[in-house]
């Protein structure tokens, strides 16, 4: 490994390439990745990933991956697929991770539109995406994958040892080839190609460089102070920005220590062992989570609810003021810390939080609900506000700074701008290169000066922090003049544990209405306390008793808006509870979980239009994709509730 400490000691660190070679000199025994394989822990440092990548990098060469060439990862976070973005970089590549929920046509999209010859599948499901897709795509030469398992009978397929082992006579013939090629970057080179969520229309490849993507890891490390050591829980999809920055991209930079779970099912097991420090959840995470408590909370005994409920209003007064600074009386400070030792650090310990110093949610906007709940716990959540094509910050909240109708300040070296419609504009080290294949996207995203059109409208308050008001094409208003902002309403529906998602519809209407989609698991376990029987979601959703549930919810959310004077004309007049749920792969919903509103709105024009008749009940019919790919039908009558607007709206009225 002296040629690679050679390169870390002689050039900038401005590829992750050059950034690893310099942790496998300075930092060779420390931990760099976990993996948990059959319930246990295996820790891999950073001599061990230097040369693990420089032979797997060797390997790829071997077989004529060359320099622009990209190559296609899909799978979930495992180590060595992380390691094989670092490897085809080594060589003048650029990675494209996937998402490894994408269905065949999604993913073949992808990899005709990257140009891709090479795919590193993570297992025999991906594997078999990718062998379909190659019958359409010729283009993809060369498959090969990490876990063997199911692949004793699969021809014309290389293992992931296999290619190291072809990586290995490589460097016996040739010692420095790949410490050579690794000299040969440089920070403008395209180090990664990203596939924005596409709530529009197709994705597009958005392309950063070593430059985009190492400012945005040593700012964002910077704001909150992060340091080699640090652990985090790599869960996220690979093929979201996020992801890429905070695992990645910051683990190179700082040095943190990235630990991949053993599955989805086991992410919050492998939480609470692990005890990161560093903490990253979207707001259907975390809406999820306090899903979770709320539904133990209703199972415990009527003690132990008094005590929950009552301390947690205790924390929603006391916990934020303590992560910020502010005065608080002994009294309080003694009636937290009994909190805690009886709640809170139970509560944390549960949800894998106990050690987090920093924690940051995105995405999406979060309710404050939400977002306070973490807060009044002692976890020092923050909202971040950020783009793919900004390499995620644009704004962070200072400590001591932190306050949930807000997302922050700008990051260093991001200048913001609103626009006299009142979008967000941004410019920064981070902006990305391009949209590949796709220069009038490019143009119409980028001025030719740097600056980035968000599509969001907000504006910056007197604090100096920017204020997200919802998407630009999203705003608008009722036949009264009432600012209707969908995302607004939808978030605080969203905050009761039995709404997973919603959907809100208002403008150039006479009044808003919603689409509600029930969270099957907490409404399950309602029903089954009160010995409402159902066999299936579509079931449960039709049951007028659940409809008497949301409606409840629905009626508080009503109030809180009516508290509002901007929104008090935005109340929902009336909903109706969606006989499916909603998914990605109905295309509903992105690989990032955010709501589809125009196909939702075309998809169910019925239902729409229902809502803004005098209907009480409408019939629906929709094409499905199951599971295992199969195609199918769901129909069905959903029901329609009326609402009263609540007495503040006619006092303003």
């Given at each position: ?22 942790l ?7 931990p ?27 390997g ?19 180590p ?7 490897a ?18 999604e993913?073949?999209?992808v ?6 010859r ?48 072809r ?44 430059d ?90 009527l ?10 209003g ?9 992560l ?32 987090v ?88 995203a ?33 036949n ?23 959907v ?63 929104m ?48 009480k ?25 009326d ?8 006092k303003?009225?």
């Open positions: 490994m002296t040629d690679d400490g050679a390169i870390a000691g002689t050039q900038a660190r401005d590829t992750f390439p050059k950034l690893l070679a310099e496998a000199r300075t930092r060779g025994d420390r760099a990745y976990r993996e948990k394989e059959y319930g246990i822990w295996q820790t891999h440092d950073w001599a061990h990933v230097a040369a693990e990548m420089r032979l797997l990098a060797a790829l060469a071997d077989l004529g991956f060359r320099r622009d060439d990209r190559l296609i990862v899909v799978g979930d976070n495992r060595r697929l992380y390691w094989s973005m670092c085809a970089q080594s060589l003048g590549g650029v990675p494209v991770p996937v998402y490894q929920d994408s269905v065949a046509d993913l073949a999209y990899v005709e539109h990257a140009g891709a090479y795919a590193l599948a993570e297992n025999q499901e991906q594997v078999d995406k990718l062998l379909e897709i190659q019958k359409k795509v010729p283009s993809l030469e060369t498959i090969f994958y990490v876990d063997p398992r199911g692949m004793r009978h699969y021809e014309g397929l290389l293992s992931y040892a296999e290619v190291q082992a990586g290995e006579k490589r460097l016996a013939a040739a010692p420095d080839m790949v410490s050579a090629e690794v000299a040969k970057g440089k920070g403008s080179d395209d180090a990664i190609m990203l596939y924005t969520s596409g709530t529009t229309g197709r994705p597009k490849g958005a392309v950063l460089s070593y985009n993507l190492v400012w945005a890891a040593e700012a964002g490390a910077a704001f909150d102070g992060l340091k080699a050591g640090d652990e985090l829980l790599s869960y996220l999809p690979m093929a979201w920005v996020g992801d890429h920055i905070f695992s990645y991209a910051q683990g190179y930079v700082v040095g943190l220590v990235v630990n991949c779970p053993e599955s989805a099912s086991t992410v919050m097991t492998d939480l609470r062992e692990i005890g990161p420090t560093y903490y990253f959840a979207p707001p259907r995470v975390l809406e999820n989570l306090i899903t979770q408590v709320t539904i133990r909370m209703e199972d415990a005994g003690l132990k609810r008094r005590l929950f409920h009552f301390f947690m205790v924390a929603r007064r006391v916990g934020p003021a303590l910020d600074g502010r005065p608080v009386s002994i009294g309080d400070r003694l009636l937290y810390w009994l909190g805690n030792l009886m709640i809170y650090g139970p509560l944390k310990n549960t949800l894998g939080m106990s050690r110093r920093v924690a940051y949610t995105a995405g999406e906007a979060v309710g404050p609900e939400i977002f306070n709940f973490y807060r009044a716990l002692g976890v020092n959540m923050k909202q971040l506000y950020g783009q793919t094509e900004a390499s995620v910050f644009v704004t962070i909240h200072p400590n001591g700074e932190v306050f949930p109708d807000t997302v922050g300040k700008p990051v260093s070296k991001v200048e913001l701008r609103i626009a006299e419609s009142g979008e967000v504009l941004y410019r920064s080290p981070g902006v990305f290169k391009e949209y590949f294949k796709n220069p009038e996207a490019t143009n119409d980028k001025t030719a000066d740097g600056w980035v059109h968000t599509g969001d409208a907000g504006y910056l308050d007197e604090r100096g922090h920017l204020r997200i008001i919802d998407r630009a094409k999203d705003v608008g208003k009722l009264d003049g009432t600012l209707f902002a969908p995302k607004f309403i939808e978030n605080k529906l969203k905050f009761f544990p039995h709404i997973n998602e919603a809100a519809f208002g403008d150039g209407r006479d009044f808003v209405a919603a689409f509600v989609n029930i969270d099957m698991i907490a409404v399950g376990d309602w029903a089954e306390r009160r010995n409402i029987a159902y066999a299936s979601y579509q079931e449960l959703a039709a049951r007028p008793e659940v409809y008497d549930l949301i409606q409840s919810e629905v009626e508080q959310v009503n109030r809180d808006l009516a508290a509002d004077p901007r008090a004309g935005a109340q929902i007049r009336r909903f109706l509870i969606l006989h499916k749920a909603l998914e990605a792969d109905d295309g509903e919903l992105t690989r990032t979980n955010k709501v589809r509103r125009g196909f939702i709105g075309e998809r169910y024009k019925a239902l729409v239009d229902a809502l803004y008749s005098a209907a009940s409408a019939h629906i019919g929709v094409d499905v994709t199951f599971e295992d790919g199969r195609k199918g039908r769901i129909e069905g009558d959903v029901a329609i509730r609402l009263a607007p609540h007495p503040a709206l006619r303003a009225g």
